[in-house]
Each structure stands twice: as C-alpha cells, then as structure tokens.
C-alpha cells in the first residue's frame, strides 16, 4: 500500500515550452504533496509544499511562477514548469503524506521524473 | 530551522561486512527519523525509521539507533549485499502530518562482490 506514482517518468522539451508533471497517490489519500528537485549526486531540495484545495507553499529562492503547483485532489499534485530552459533540467520527484493512521508520519515517494530542457 | 549533517558520503565495503551510516540533528523538536534508499534514476525508498520513543529499531539485515541526547541517529547493514549498493539518505522531522523533511546530503554505498 501507500503507492504514489508519477508521470511521465521522463520528458524532453524545447526550451521555452510548458511542462506538466503529475503526481498521484494511488491507493490511499493524500493530505500534503511534497515536490523535491534533485541534481546529479546530491540530496533532494524542497520546492514546495501543497495541500488539497489551497495554494502552495514554496521554498526561498523558488519562482512561484515558473513552476506552478495545483492540487485539485486528495489524490492528484501537478507541477506544471512554465517557459522551461535547459537549467530547470533535473530530477523532479513528488512524495505525499497520509491523512491518518499510524504511517502518517511518513512521506511515500514517487518514482521521479526526468526533465531535460533541450 | 533543522540541519541534517550526514557521513561519510561515500562508503566501499566487501560484501558480507557491515556498513554504517551517522547523522546528526539540530532540532530537538525532531521526533521522527526515517531513512530512505535511492538506486540510480529512481525514487527514495523508505527503508527504516525510528521514532524518539524509542532507541533501536531492527528489519532483518536493517537496524537504526537513536541517541535523542546526543541528537544523532545511524543506520546499520549488516551482511551487505551487492544489492544494497545505493544511495542511502537519512532525514527528520517533526513527525506532524504535513511537516517538513530536513534530508541529509546521502551516502553513497558499494558493496564489493
């Protein structure tokens, strides 16, 4: 249980173009949506935190407006990279936390997506 | 805010030996610590945690420790595997639904066949 899956699982774009990536928890619902980038050997970085039916909360030094999270859902995150260029290229990876029980403490992770910005 | 430190970052050991990963905590708000793996192109997979109620936890080759005092916490492999060559990142938080995880910066372990 606790499955959280992502898609697509790897994109390539044209710089300037919209990228859509979204995160969904399968089998159970999902009270917070965390989104990370990851650059090659390094640790995840926290862009944003979103909660189902209100705005997103973002970390410093991350443009609300070039990466737009919507979280329409107790199942559904999307992060949408607006005019991309190729040094938003990374790993983008989505985790969600539980509404309750006794696993809620955790953060269930997504498989990643791989963007690269040509 | 928190800070998760993480060492070593790199770690090499023969298959069968065991490996050890440490971190260390500022918050003493933190109370829940859990460790994830990352193979290469995927996402992190919890593979233990512990909670500050208690000081050791064991999942068969997989055992952490916790010392709240000190504010560090480790994980333990035993027998390792060429399998478990991985990244290996720990993490805490304040354990509320919703609240934050101060990851640390990773390891990254081979094991040796």
Known sequence: ?118 | GENVEQHPSTLSVQEGDSAVIKCTYSDSASNYFPWYKQELGKGPQLIIDIRSNVGEKKDQRIAVTLNKTAKHFSLHITETQPEDSAVYFCAASRGNTGNQFYFGTGTSLTVIP
């Open chain 1, 1 to 118: 249980g606790a499955v959280v899956s992502q898609h697509p699982s790897w994109v390539i774009c044209k710089s300037g173009t919209s990228v859509k990536i979204e995160c969904r928890s399968l089998d159970f619902q999902a009270t917070t949506m965390f989104w990370y980038r990851q650059f090659p050997k390094q640790s995840l970085m926290l862009m944003a935190t979103s909660n189902e039916g209100s705005k997103a909360t973002y970390e410093q030094g991350v443009e609300k407006d070039k990466f737009l999270i919507n979280h329409a859902s107790l199942t559904l995150s999307t992060l949408t990279v607006t005019s991309a260029h190729p040094e938003d290229s990374s790993f983008y990876i989505c985790s969600a936390t539980i509404i309750a029980g006794e696993r809620e403490n955790e953060q269930f992770f997504g498989p990643g997506t791989r963007l690269t910005v040509l």
